[in-house]
């Protein structure tokens, strides 16, 4: 199983608040593509030993890095710079979860990267919905595209790598923690 649903919906309330503060969304939504071509470069260079891993996390990175690039150019046209990394609150909360041992390490954060890109993918698709702009839509709905493919690369990994059972019973275990973080957070101008 690559796909999967969220167990809790993002609501409307939070494209409101993204969208009424776009520039704020834009400088975090700049800040999590470069994180993720980070993210993507770490795992290939843990990972030496896991061809496939880096064949897919190679080709992430540049795909992050061209929606940084993009993300960038729309910044720079409306006259704005990125800000100092903040700390994601939602991101750190899901890293906790994170087992220790090689083989569960693993499977543990290609789920919980496979979950941060599957919500990215529901919440760039809701900017699609609220914003005006066509060229802005047009972007936000392409990126959630792009958002489906990443969440579903981690979920053929985390497949090629451990056995099914084993996956989709963390999958349920983690999806039901960040359906708790998603609850609990203030919604803000950020994409998570």
Same mark, same amino acid.
């Given at each position: 199983?690559?796909?999967? %649903?969220l167990k809790?919906?993002?609501?409307?309330?939070?494209?409101?608040?993204?969208?009424?503060n776009?520039?704020?969304?834009?400088?975090d939504h700049a800040?999590?593509?470069?994180?993720a /071509?980070?993210?993507?470069?770490?795992m290939?260079?843990?990972?030496?030993d896991?061809?496939e891993?880096i064949?897919?996390m190679?080709?992430? /990175?540049?795909e992050e890095? /061209?929606?940084?690039r993009?993300v960038?150019?729309i910044? #720079?046209?409306?006259g #704005?710079?990125?800000d100092?990394?903040?700390k994601?609150?939602?991101?750190n909360?899901l890293?906790k979860?994170?087992?220790? &041992?090689?083989d569960?390490?693993?499977?543990d954060?290609l789920?919980i990267?496979?979950i941060? %890109?599957?919500?990215?993918?529901?919440r760039?698709?809701?900017? &699609?919905?609220v914003?005006?702009?066509?060229?802005?839509?047009?972007f936000?709905?392409?990126? /959630?595209k792009? %958002?489906?493919r990443?969440?579903? #690369?981690?979920?053929k990994l985390?497949?090629?790598?451990?056995?099914?059972?084993?996956?989709l019973?963390?999958?349920?275990? #983690?999806?039901?923690?960040?359906?708790?973080i998603v609850n609990?957070?203030?919604?803000?101008?950020?994409v998570h």
């Amino acid at each position: 199983m690559l796909e999967y %649903e969220l167990k809790t919906a993002t609501k409307p309330e939070w494209a409101e608040v993204a969208k009424s503060n776009f520039d704020s969304f834009l400088k975090d939504h700049a800040a999590c593509e470069r994180k993720a /071509a980070s993210l993507a470069m770490s795992m290939v260079q843990h990972y030496p030993d896991k061809p496939e891993l880096i064949r897919g996390m190679i080709d992430l /990175a540049i795909e992050e890095m /061209a929606h940084f690039r993009e993300v960038m150019k729309i910044m #720079l046209d409306r006259g #704005l710079q990125q800000d100092n990394d903040e700390k994601d609150p939602y991101i750190n909360q899901l890293l906790k979860h994170v087992r220790k &041992g090689s083989d569960v390490y693993l499977l543990d954060r290609l789920l919980i990267f496979s979950i941060v %890109e599957r919500r990215g993918h529901e919440r760039f698709y809701l900017m &699609g919905e609220v914003l005006e702009d066509p060229k802005m839509k047009d972007f936000y709905m392409r990126l /959630a595209k792009a %958002e489906h493919r990443h969440y579903t #690369l981690f979920m053929k990994l985390a497949h090629q790598y451990f056995d099914a059972d084993i996956v989709l019973e963390r999958l349920d275990q #983690l999806l039901n923690i960040e359906a708790e973080i998603v609850n609990q957070l203030p919604y803000r101008a950020a994409v998570h």
